[in-house]
Structure formats: structure tokens, C-alpha cells
């Protein structure tokens, strides 16, 4: 075998989240014949911490692009100032005629481009530019931000891990998520709340959140409210593997990591129409976005054990596109395609 090639992430490696989930699947399984390193763009913290982070990220990008530059550069993005950042390090790489994978991660992106006109045409100038490869995380996805040279490839899924659903405690609901509007947290609340008045003994754990947080702080445990932070792996995986559905009731999805973990591993998928396309047969949508709505979904999949089942039988099939070995394979081809296309 020759000498690898280098392929260099630029994003929010440190940070949490589903972009950082992603960033360190590819640093993890980078494809055959390339090596994966990276820059980190991002902390959690203070604005001031934010900014620092960023001044050392470009200092550290302007450096390696002089002294050693990669083969690619595999740009993270999501919405408002992750872009602002991204924008400024394609231009970077643009001037040291280095190739450039833009992936696009947030699912409102495209309503992005919508409010801030000013970003849209960054965004198209940017992601046309003979050395760069814009890419989406789906079909659906690619269509919202209507760009016809996209590549599209999904957000990656651990290895296959089918849980025996008997093993499961079927009451047990969890939603992995940052603590955004967008993402449900309030609709998962009142719907648990909801089901439970119904006499279905739920709990609901939410990741991302504290028990101080505005959302949760007059309810706990007792009312089937379960805050409990940021996680470690280990904690995620544990509530992966034990739940009975994860739920999903966000206004916008790209790929969420965390459908892809559940359904690798069995756990059923309730979600918005923000995941329609992407469960296969181990989820259901529910189309709108109310309380009455939910519990009546949920409620179905409580009152009928054998559908649960066959939801949780489902899920890895679901994903087996998804895994490190399919990906890595995918994101190989498009690396030498985009060189091919340079330097032809």
C-alpha cells in the first residue's frame, strides 16, 4: 500500500453535540488509504471562550495550509456563526488551492439561507467553486437547499448492535438532544405528562438539559421528568440500549446521529416529519407537532407489543448504510473524485 493521504476536519471537534459525533466517526474510521486529522473550530462556554477558540483554530489553519497542507479539507457546518466561521476557513483553503468537502449538517439550513440573504450568497459562491464539494446529509435535504452539485451521504451509525427488545423496558421514552426550540423538548414534556394522565406509567430521560433548566425545573421525577445533562458515551449507550423509543420531535432534522445509534442498536424511532425517509420500518412518523398527537402515537406503540417488536427487529437493517465500513467506502470515492476533478 502506498503512502496514506490526509484528509483534515475542520469543525467543532470539542464540542457537544451531534456535529462533534460526527467529526469523531471520521477520525475514528477514516476510509482505506487516508489518514484523518483535525482542527477544532469551537467550545462550549463563554462568548469569549468562543472567540478564542476560533482565533486559535485560524492561526492553527493558516499554519498547517503554509507548512503541510492536506490532501482535503473536510469543512463541518451548521447554521448562523458556525457558517460565518466556515465561510472564512474555505476561503482559506480556497487561496492555498487545497480541495475542500463542505458537509452540511443543520437541517434548517436552508431556512438559514432564507433569513439571511447575505449568507445565501456566500453560501452559493462558496459551495460553486471549482475546489469545493458541497454535500448533504439527504435527498430531501439536498432539495431544501437546492444546490444540484451536492454529493449526498448520511450522518454515520455505530456498528450493528441488535438489542433483545426483551431486555427492554418498553415505558422507558429518551430524547438526546441540545437544549434548542427546534429540537421538542417542551412537546416531549407535555406529551409524557399527557400519557401519564392516561394512565400509562411513562418516564421520560432528557439528555442536554439540567434538572435547573426553565423547561424541567418544576417537574422531576415523580412526574416522569428525568433531566440529567450531558452524558458520556458510556451513559448514552446505556440509555440506548435499555429504552423502550427515542423520540424525536424536532421542527428540522438533517440525519440526526442519534436516530442512527438507536436504530443500530434496535431502539424504536418516534419522530417529526423532520426524519421522514430516513427510519426505514424501525420508526414512526408522527405529522404533527402537538401533544395529543404524540400521545396518541406512543400510546399505540404501548398498547401493541408486537408492533413495538417488529419496530425494534427493524432498525438495524435500517442503518446497514450507514455504518463505518459503507461510509468509509463512500466518503473514499467522493475524496478521489474531488481530486480527480482538481487536478484533471
Known amino acids: 500500500m502506498g503512502e496514506l493521504r490526509t484528509v483534515l476536519h475542520i469543525g467543532p471537534v470539542e464540542s457537544k453535540g451531534g456535529m462533534q459525533a460526527t467529526i ?156 434548542s426550540p427546534i429540537k421538542g423538548h417542551k412537546l416531549a414534556i407535555s406529551t409524557v405528562l399527557k400519557l401519564r394522565k392516561q394512565g400509562h406509567p411513562v418516564n421520560l430521560y432528557l439528555s442536554g438539559i439540567s434538572p435547573s433548566h426553565a423547561w424541567v425545573r418544576p417537574l422531576g421525577p415523580a412526574d416522569g421528568i428525568n433531566a440529567l445533562g450531558w452524558l458520556t458515551g458510556d451513559e448514552k449507550n446505556e440509555l440506548l440500549e435499555n429504552a423502550g423509543m427515542l423520540l424525536i420531535p424536532s421542527k428540522f432534522e438533517g440525519m440526526p446521529v442519534s436516530a442512527m445509534e438507536a436504530l443500530s442498536c434496535g431502539l424504536p424511532v418516534v419522530s417529526s416529519p423532520a426524519c421522514d425517509g430516513i427510519l426505514g420500518d424501525a420508526g414512526i412518523i408522527v405529522e404533527k407537532l402537538d401533544s395529543n398527537s404524540w400521545a396518541d402515537a406512543i400510546a399505540d406503540i404501548l398498547n401493541d407489543e408486537e408492533k413495538w417488536r417488529n419496530l425494534s427487529k427493524a432498525g438495524p437493517k435500517s442503518v446497514s448504510q450507514q455504518t463505518p465500513q459503507s461510509l468509509g467506502k463512500k466518503w473514499a470515492a467522493l475524496y478521489e473524485k474531488s481530486l480527480k476533478e482538481v487536478f484533471n
Open 24 to 179: 469523531h466517526h471520521h477520525l475514528k474510521h477514516p476510509p482505506e488509504g487516508w489518514k484523518t486529522e483535525s482542527i477544532n473550530t469551537h467550545v462550549d462556554g463563554s462568548v469569549l471562550s468562543k472567540i478564542n477558540a476560533w482565533r486559535s483554530a485560524k492561526k492553527e489553519l493558516t499554519k498547517r495550509l503554509r507548512e503541510n497542507p492536506p490532501d482535503i479539507a473536510h469543512i463541518h457546518t451548521a447554521t448562523r456563526f458556525s457558517w460565518w466561521r466556515k465561510s472564512r476557513a474555505i476561503k482559506m483553503c480556497i487561496s492555498a488551492k487545497v480541495p475542500i468537502i463542505l458537509q452540511v449538517h443543520a437541517g434548517n439550513f436552508h431556512q438559514f439561507l432564507l433569513d439571511k440573504p447575505s449568507a445565501s450568497t456566500s453560501f452559493s459562491e462558496l459551495a460553486n467553486h471549482p475546489l469545493v464539494t458541497p454535500v448533504a446529509l439527504t435527498p430531501r435535504h439536498k432539495e431544501e437547499i437546492g444546490l444540484s452539485n451536492m454529493a449526498v451521504i448520511g450522518s454515520p451509525a455505530p456498528p450493528i448492535k441488535q438489542i433483545d427488545p426483551s431486555k427492554r423496558n418498553r415505558t422507558d421514552l429518551i430524547l438526546l438532544a441540545r437544549p
